[in-house]
């Protein structure tokens, strides 16, 4: 019996330190798709702000000052694929059924030109990782945006015709989620190969982190039309970004679960690998670039000179979701 009982206790230990254990070719697998995935829902995340229901400003001294607030939402599969990958149980914020929700506000601006029957805007917003983390259960968000556009008013509307503008834009964008405490004690095997004496690496307890940046591109069209204190409006867009995508965690990181890495065996694993690693963390990053289609239509409540937008946003090229809420003044 006690024969038996130690036999148990052997594979079951054998058990846990299988499921410890990661390969690195997997791991960087993960991240890579969670790049590619971010290049497509990033261009989509980067058009919140500037979504005014008028098509067209009217030319100058026609402007407006407001705040959007809203939400994007990103592929959650390409977050839990990572996730499941290091044996993290991702905070219910980051799985949600309709993607993972990221809330962003802007400042917005536009002001009309003279002459030409152009309006031109720039936003902007932030966020620090602490900002938010009590409506997120813990998960710190990190984000910032800066960009602007320019539309042009091809259909000045009137008592029949609506309104209609094309626009180009440029939109930066970069931010991350960060969980703190969550992610196991891990090995990670290099699959056979040898960078001066590491084999492999073993990360102590620490905290996760996604993160990203892109340059992105955008061009939309929109109508709209006056009634009295509404104006409902309706747009297409499509947003191409040259982005960046990955995450990692910072942990303390040894060669045999004791021994800390030295410098040339940093830079070994660097050199080889799409990793920057210390002996406090690794990160996988990688680039990729994509485009998102989307459609929106929304109506403002027009009070005098303050206006209350309504919108909301569909990714066509991954179903994604988005709403934002703008309050302004617009003379």
Known sequence: MKKLLLTLMIMMMAAGFAT??????????DFKDFSDDMAGALPYASTLGLNWSDAYLGGFPHFGVGLTT???????DSFEAVATQLGVDLPSFVTGS???????????????IPILPIDVGVKGGFLSPGMLEDMTGGVGIDYMMLGGDVRWGVVKGGLILP?????????????????????PSRTIDFGGANYNGVTDI??????????WSANIIDVKAQASKSFLILTPSVGVGYSYGFSSAGGGIDASVTSDGTT??????????EDALD????????SII???????????????????????????????????LGAALNARIQI
């Open 20 to 29: 410890a254990q990661i390969t690195y070719s997997s791991l960087e697998s």
């Open 70 to 76: 809203g939400f994007v939402s990103l592929p959650s």
């Open 98 to 112: 309709l993607g993972v929700p990221l809330p962003a506000y802007t400042v917005d601006a536009r002001v009309g």
């Open 163 to 183: 309104s209609v503008s094309v626009g180009v834009g440029y939109n930066y964008l970069t931010g991350g989620i960060y969980m703190d405490g969550i992610t």
């Open 202 to 211: 073993t990360l102590s307890e620490g905290d996760m982190y996604y993160n």
């Open 260 to 269: 800390p890495l030295t410098d040339s065996q940093i830079s070994a694993i």
């Open 275 to 282: 990793m920057d690693i210390s002996n406090s963390g690794f």
């Open 286 to 320: 990688s680039e990729a670039n994509g485009g998102s289609l989307r459609v929106w239509g929304g109506c403002s409540f027009n009070i005098v000179v303050l206006k209350l937008d309504l919108t909301a946003m569909y990714n066509v090229s991954s179903g994604s």
